[in-house]
């Protein structure tokens, strides 16, 4: 790549060619100021705030938009670039209501740093004293049109980043204002609810109704772990103060997602009101009764100890670690001998044994192809890629059932047994992906194999860290009544038992390590209170195999205990070394995950 030489502030400065005035500046450490940026969104120069001064250019231009060229000589701190700046900003404080000490944002808004920074300390043109609307219409976040700058970072959020076009913006001039679809109130709308537009958004205009007030960002913590939503994984910054988790928001630096997070991701993890197990139980005369951890792992212990491998039964959901689930499988399968093991959701087929792509392929596609699958149901961040290549002129061939949430979106939408004709336009697309799922048939997947080589493959499983389970042998099959003694390691995956608790004999010995309150821990005889999404470390893998670290943010609450701990807790107990740490655990379990 060619790099072009520039100057700025009289440095000098190099960079790859192609390269905008700003994002040379910001490899070179060079501040220039900004407000309708975003790393994550393709720049517009609308607010004019980043405007420098370029040596043989008659007017001021914008930084964000206007590529360097050799030689090129800039000032981003000019009088001439400070006075234009100063006035830019004094009609943005004028034009609506702009009083900080009543905003939520005060403190973390980028306008106001801005004022800040060039001495903004009264206002030149009267204040905009009409009020315009507030829309709390949405569960999550509201809209106040009173602290809107017009940057249009929102609008764009939606559409270039989750194609989902919900904003839009309406009227001109001082009555401009930011709209949902058409001009209807936000919770009745097509948002989706993903908080992309809320964390793009630079100042109050969209604010987290359940955080606001709750702390400035100097105040906080923001711990970087990956979302156990689904199996994409997305890198997400879990948002903490004085021990409490305020809020969710994506990791712009993330591989896998830049930054999008879903509503199950972002919000519902926060709104769970299901009732917590905080601390061990044992059945007594009938009833669950507080126990420590000690007596509750001994019962579990004595009763696996005094079973034969036939009549010990292991089921799984998908939202443990890796290293619970490679401690799991050490312990019970390798261990004790165990065969009865099994995973609560059902599996994508495999059809290759090495990798053949990625989600980032789903970009770079011109035909995708979606099997067997519901990303907009399943795996949402999956669907906002997609529907993305879908407005790039990517075509969408759905071969599924007709309520797939994708089939709006279609090119063509197929029956399973017609795949033929979606196999013949991919094999004439340049670079065709297929994403396939548990759905997928025998059939259909035998006849997807003709594009190996052709096409990239990823699979869309359902669950959490299905990938894992599957890699230490939990995709067995599994026999309720063939167990004496079963060992359930549920989580927080929300799991009424099913069919399983009603095909179990009355006198098998349950035991449940679980986090909430559910029929199965009402079934059970031990409760092993465990550790959430926000209360555990170690790792998971996602759908494309990729390893990723979960970081602990806060305390586990009550007695609750991370999954992998518990069950190297009960290793000790039946005589089994299985792992002294956490990091040797994650090793062990990563060598066994390649």
């Not at 030689?71 to 943005?92: C, H, N, W, Y």
């Not at 939520?104 to 920074?117: F, H």
């Not at 519902?268 to 044992?282: A, F």
């Not at 499988?329 to 053949?356: D, R, Y």
């Amino acid at each position: 790549m060619k790099i072009v030489d520039i100057t700025i502030n009289d440095q000098k400065v190099s960079a790859p060619s192609g390269s905008t005035i700003l994002q040379a500046a910001k490899q070179a450490g060079i501040d220039i100021p900004t407000l309708c940026d975003h790393p994550a969104l393709v720049p517009v120069g609308a607010c004019r705030i980043c405007v420098v001064e370029v040596e043989g250019q008659r007017t001021l231009i914008t930084a964000c938009t206007f590529p360097i060229n050799e030689g090129m000589v800039v000032q981003t701190e000019s009088p001439k670039v400070i006075k234009a700046r100063k006035f830019i900003l004094d009609m943005l404080f004028s034009q609506r209501n702009h009083y900080c000490p009543f905003c939520e944002m005060s403190g973390d808004c980028e306008l106001q740093n801005l004022g800040y920074r060039y001495g903004i300390d009264h206002w030149v043109y009267p204040t905009y004293t009409t009020p315009f609307p507030v829309d709390a219409t949405r569960a999550y976040f509201f809209m106040d049109h009173n602290r809107c700058v017009l940057c249009g970072r929102c609008e764009r959020a939606c559409s270039d980043l989750v194609a989902n076009h919900t904003l839009g913006l309406r009227n001109r001039g001082t009555k401009s204002m930011i709209h949902a679809d058409a001009n209807v109130p936000f919770g009745e709308s097509t948002c989706i609810s993903c908080g992309t537009c809320l964390q793009a958004c630079p100042t109050g205009a969209l604010c987290d109704k359940r955080s606001a007030y709750m702390g400035r960002d100097i105040q906080t913590e923001h711990i970087k772990t990956t979302c156990n939503r689904c199996s994409i994984g997305c890198g997400m910054e879990i948002v903490t103060r004085g021990g409490n988790v305020l809020r969710i928001e994506g990791d712009w630096d993330a591989t896998v997602n830049a930054g999008l997070l879903c509503k199950n991701g972002r919000f519902d993890p926060l709104y769970d009101e299901r009732k917590r197990v905080t601390g061990p139980m044992i059945r007594k005369s009938g009833k669950l009764q507080p126990a420590s951890w000690d007596e509750a792992l001994q019962a579990v212990a004595e009763r696996i100890g005094s079973a034969n491998s036939k009549e010990i039964g292991v089921l799984t959901s998908s939202n443990p670690t890796n290293e619970a689930l490679y401690l799991l499988s050490k312990l019970f399968c390798q261990e004790l001998k165990t065969t009865n093991v099994g995973l609560l959701n059902p599996v994508a087929p495999k059809l290759f044994e090495k990798s053949q792509g990625s989600l980032a392929d789903i970009t770079k596609s011109d035909v995708i192809l979606v099997v067997g699958a519901d990303p907009v149901k399943d795996q949402p961040v999956a669907s906002f890629l997609i529907k993305r290549a879908v407005d790039k002129g990517a075509r969408l061939i759905v071969a599924d059932g007709e309520d797939n949430g994708l089939t709006a979106f279609a090119h063509m939408s197929l029956g399973m047994v017609d795949i033929g004709k979606a196999i013949e336009i991919a094999e004439r697309a340049q670079q065709p992906i297929v994403l396939y799922g548990a759905g997928s048939t025998e059939q259909t997947t035998s006849a997807l194999k003709k594009l190996q080589g052709k096409a990239a493959f990823v699979a869309l499983e359902l669950g959490v860290n299905t990938r894992a389970a599957v890699s230490f042998g939990f995709d067995n099959g599994f026999t309720p009544s063939a167990a004496r003694v079963l060992y359930t390691v549920i989580g927080e995956q929300d799991w009424n038992g099913g069919d399983v608790l009603t095909k179990v004999d009355k006198t098998t010995f349950v035991i449940a390590q679980a986090s909430f309150l559910s029929p199965l821990t009402n079934r059970a005889d031990v409760v092993l209170p465990t550790a959430i999404w926000s209360e555990r470390g170690g790792s998971i893998t996602n759908t494309e195999g990729r390893i990723q670290k979960v970081n602990k943010a806060v305390e586990p609450k009550g007695e609750a205990k991370a999954d992998w701990e518990i069950i190297s807790l009960l290793a000790g107990k039946l005589g089994k070394k299985l792992g002294a740490s956490l990091d040797e655990i994650s090793t062990l379990a990563a060598q066994e995950l390649k």
